[in-house]
């Protein structure tokens, strides 16, 4: 029936005028305004790229939202970061999460699960990918590239690297929807994280190999020792700014 209509509309003058001035309805063949700007497929394209445009701002709202959560409740570990008073490191394999770090893991937690459940796969790839990626780079910049160098101690740097993987096992955890994972390569929007904390947290007896690899190996010794390090993406200008926060290293 509607397609019947629109074709009737289409082939009367009057009534295909009244539809180029409805903002709701296609633009119709006969309209001056140029092939990109025209929508001559069906009735309802127009309808479509509406709701196409809402869930792209619903999705924005999601993010900025669970992004803006997360990195508030963030904030005191960043502080806990700086103010060393009174703090004992934790064993770099003591299965214990940081006290300023079981907020903001268990939120993004509850929100994760909560997409997985309840949208679709690609939405919540979609989501996933963005919200973890801004979050990677905000823990990067406020823990690692706003601190300057010489501020992670061997252990500090072991420390953070093992804290670091908790979002990603968290992510892993609560997107699990008991019939496999909601989003395929959970891993990638971490990735930046895990490189930039295998850098800073070098067990002490590897650093010395680490920084000559670094900054006076070849390219293939460098190349070599990022495999080691299970590091695939950074470039050696980023692994050389990433070993400067470490107190060990001089240059």
């Given at each position: 029936?509607?397609?019947e209509?629109?074709?009737?509309?289409?082939?009367?003058?009057?009534?295909?005028?009244?539809?180029?001035h409805?903002?709701?309805?296609?633009?119709?063949?006969?309209?001056?305004?140029?092939?990109?700007?025209?929508i001559?497929?069906?009735?309802?394209?127009r309808?479509i790229a509406?709701y196409?445009?809402?869930?792209?701002?619903?999705?924005?709202?999601?993010?900025k939202?669970?992004?803006a959560?997360?990195?508030?409740e963030?904030?005191?570990?960043?502080h806990?970061?700086w103010?060393k008073?009174?703090?004992?490191?934790?064993e770099?394999?003591?299965?214990?999460?940081?006290?300023?770090?079981?907020?903001?893991?268990?939120?993004?937690s509850?929100?994760?699960?909560?997409l997985?459940?309840?949208v679709?796969?690609?939405?919540?790839?979609?989501?996933y990918?963005?919200v973890?990626?801004?979050?990677?780079?905000?823990?990067?910049?406020?823990a690692?590239a706003?601190?300057?160098?010489?501020q992670?101690?061997?252990?500090?740097?072991?420390?953070?690297a093992?804290?670091?993987?908790?979002?990603?096992?968290?992510?892993?955890?609560a997107?699990?929807?008991?019939?496999?994972p909601?989003?395929?390569?959970?891993d990638l929007?971490w990735t930046?994280?895990?490189?930039a904390a295998a850098?800073?947290?070098?067990?002490?007896?590897?650093?010395?190999g680490?920084?000559?690899?670094?900054?006076?190996g070849?390219?293939?010794?460098?190349?070599s020792?990022?495999?080691?390090?299970?590091?695939r993406n950074?470039?050696?200008?980023?692994?050389?700014?990433?070993?400067?926060a470490?107190v060990?290293?001089?240059?």
């Amino acid at each position: 029936f509607f397609l019947e209509l629109w074709n009737d509309i289409q082939v009367n003058p009057v009534l295909r005028a009244k539809a180029d001035h409805n903002r709701s309805l296609p633009l119709s063949k006969s309209s001056n305004l140029s092939k990109e700007d025209r929508i001559e497929t069906t009735l309802f394209e127009r309808l479509i790229a509406d709701y196409d445009a809402i869930v792209r701002r619903a999705e924005d709202m999601i993010v900025k939202q669970s992004c803006a959560e997360v990195e508030g409740e963030l904030k005191p570990y960043f502080h806990s970061l700086w103010d060393k008073t009174g703090q004992e490191l934790t064993e770099p394999n003591a299965l214990s999460i940081p006290a300023t770090l079981v907020s903001p893991i268990t939120l993004l937690s509850s929100e994760l699960s909560f997409l997985a459940q309840n949208v679709p796969s690609s939405t919540v790839t979609n989501i996933y990918r963005r919200v973890a990626s801004a979050i990677s780079n905000h823990i990067i910049q406020r823990a690692v590239a706003h601190r300057g160098r010489n501020q992670f101690t061997p252990e500090e740097g072991v420390t953070f690297a093992a804290e670091c993987s908790l979002w990603l096992e968290t992510s892993q955890m609560a997107l699990n929807t008991g019939k496999g994972p909601a989003v395929r390569r959970v891993d990638l929007p971490w990735t930046g994280l895990l490189e930039a904390a295998a850098i800073v947290g070098v067990p002490a007896a590897s650093y010395t190999g680490v920084e000559k690899a670094i900054f006076d190996g070849d390219e293939e010794i460098f190349s070599s020792m990022m495999s080691q390090l299970g590091v695939r993406n950074l470039s050696r200008e980023a692994a050389i700014g990433y070993l400067r926060a470490r107190v060990e290293c001089k240059r």
